[in-house]
């Protein structure tokens, strides 16, 4: 397993690599999570390349990004253990030199949900995900789900940039309780780590109400707000219900799509927490 610091040795050593090629772009403190979409990619192609860059340009000013968990010799040693042929490990100065100016932005669908909540986190996150793809120029790049807002904003900016990578989402990876796996999650205490499973559990019971036939929109938006607030260590910031593929907010009820996506952030104590599940 190969370590490059260097943007252009990064880019030479990509175009050698033998084809087809995954990417796996990360910020570190590797989990169960990002080991799935290194395990999807080590099946789809023949050489495997993951990155882990703590992106300062998706996080504001009030935000994580000082005390973001940077456990890089583990994650060495974790990516050590999968079939991983280049890792690239840049600084901030070689992502974003002194004069660096020029910025990605996909529109309105990175001004709701979380856009609205983290101003400028997607311009930063359609920035670094361009930069990478451009270097790699990888066959396929690999997200999560849980971040379904971002699997819907990088589709959009490969299609619309013609970056010529196929986007692969990989499911959301849970703990056997059901919080969905985040790098954010050492952040909770015992307390906090037991209030946090109101996440899944909220969605489960909105998957349980429209499996029973509740198609009235209203009414499932508060059967998931009612749920979560019945957890004192719980703080809605947003729910909301979409189509899975625009992120179009659905207004219309009763409900006649055929899937939809109930998008939630909650904080748990000072701990933000998202998640999200698709309901056939």
Do not use: W
């Not at 930063?124 to 930069?131: D, E, L, N, P």
């Not at 429209?210 to 938006?221: C, E, F, R």
Request: one cysteine or more; hydrophobic letters at 35%; charged letters at 20%.
């Amino acid at each position: 397993m190969q370590i490059i610091h260097s943007l252009e040795k990064f880019r030479k050593e990509c175009s050698t690599l033998n084809r087809s090629l995954g990417l796996v772009p990360t910020m570190g403190a590797i989990h169960d999570g990002h080991l799935a979409l290194i395990k999807q990619a080590s099946i789809e192609n023949k050489s495997i390349v993951v990155t882990i860059f703590v992106n300062p340009k998706q996080f504001s000013e009030n935000e994580d990004f000082n005390d973001y968990p940077r456990p890089i010799h583990s994650d060495i040693k974790s990516l050590e253990s999968e079939n991983v042929d280049l890792v690239f490990i840049p600084s901030t100065e070689e992502m974003y030199p002194s004069n660096h100016s020029t910025y990605v932005s996909v529109g309105e669908i990175a001004k709701i949900l979380e856009g609205k909540s983290r101003p400028n986190h997607f311009q930063g996150v359609s920035t670094i995900v361009t930069k990478l793809i451009s270097a790699s120029r990888p066959n396929n790049t690999y997200f999560g789900q849980k971040d379904a807002q971002q699997c819907a904003i990088v589709q959009k900016l490969n299609n619309e940039l013609n970056l010529g990578t196929t986007i692969r989402i990989v499911p959301t990876v849970r703990e056997k309780d059901g919080l969905a796996i985040s790098s954010r999650n050492v952040y909770l205490n015992p307390k906090e780590r037991s209030a946090s499973t109101i996440l899944f559990r909220s969605l489960e019971k909105a998957k349980k109400l429209k499996s029973h036939g509740m198609n009235d929109l209203n009414l499932l938006t508060e059967n998931i707000r009612d749920y979560i607030k019945s957890e004192p260590l719980a703080k809605i910031d947003y729910i909301s219900i979409v189509d899975p593929n625009t992120l179009e907010h659905l207004t219309k009820t009763p409900l006649t799509n055929n899937q939809i996506l109930v998008l939630i952030a909650v904080k748990i104590g000072n701990i933000r927490l998202i998640d999200n599940m698709i309901l056939n």
